[in-house]
C-alpha cells in the first residue's frame, strides 16, 4: 500500500513552508504514530515507493544502474565497474572494492531483466565497450559523470512529481536493498559480503515490529 494522499499532500505543504528538515520531521512523527504500511526507513527519513519509481522512470538509460545497485545490495563503484566478462550462467560475479569478498550475484527475473536492459544501452557507430553498463562512446562512468545524471534525474523527478520528497542519495539504494532483503542480519550479512553483522546492521533500516505490554507469545 502507497503513501495516503492526504499525508503527502501535507508533507508538501511542510517541505514548502517551513523546508526539507521540519518535513522529515513531520514524517517520521506522523508515521511512527500511525505505522501506515508500504513506509521503508532510510538513514531515519522515509523512502515510498512512489520516489523510487518516480526517480527510475526519469533516468532512462541509467536505470539499470539503480536498479542494480539496490537488488544486488552493492556500492556504486563495484555497480559502474562491472564488466561484460562477469557475466555468467548462474550470475554475475562481482569482488566488492571493500571487503574484497567475491560473490556471484544469482539471476533473479527483475535481475536478468534490468542487465538486459543494459545491454540494450545506445552505442555510437563502431564503438563497443567492455562495460555492462557504459555511456555511447564505450566507456564506464567515473562517479563524478554519473553523480552529475543522477541529481539531474533527481532534479528532473522533484519538477515531474512536485508532491514527493526526493531526500535520498544513490547510496541509499543499498540501505534499501539490505532493509528489503528476508532473514535475519546474519543471513543478510552473507548475501551483502560485509565483514561482520555490526556493518550490515547499520544498512539494515527496516523499522522492526515488537509487541507491547502483555502482548508477548511464549514459545511452547
Known sequence: MLIQIDVRRRVAEVEKSQGIARANTYLTKTFVER????????????WFDEMKAGTFNLLTENATKEISAYLTCSRQGDILAMKKSQIMDEGIL????KTSVAQIKAWSPRFAAAIK?????????????????????GSGYTRDGFNSRWSAAREAAKLKFPELLFDFTFHDLKAKGVSDLEGD??????ITG???VEQTATYDRKIVVVPVVGGQVKEK
Do not use: D, W
Not at 35 to 46: D, I, Q, R, S
Not at 117 to 137: D, R, T, V, W
Not at 185 to 190: M, T
Open 35 to 46: 505505522t501506515l504500511p508500504g513506509v521503508e526507513c532510510v538513514n531515519a527519513k522515509y
Open 94 to 97: 562481482i569482488k566488492q572494492s
Open 117 to 137: 536492459m543494459a545491454a540494450e544501452l545506445p552505442l555510437k557507430p563502431g564503438m563497443s565497450s567492455i562495460f555492462i553498463i557504459h555511456q555511447p562512446n
Open 185 to 190: 542480519l546474519y543471513e543478510k550479512r552473507a
Open 194 to 196: 560485509h565483514k561482520n
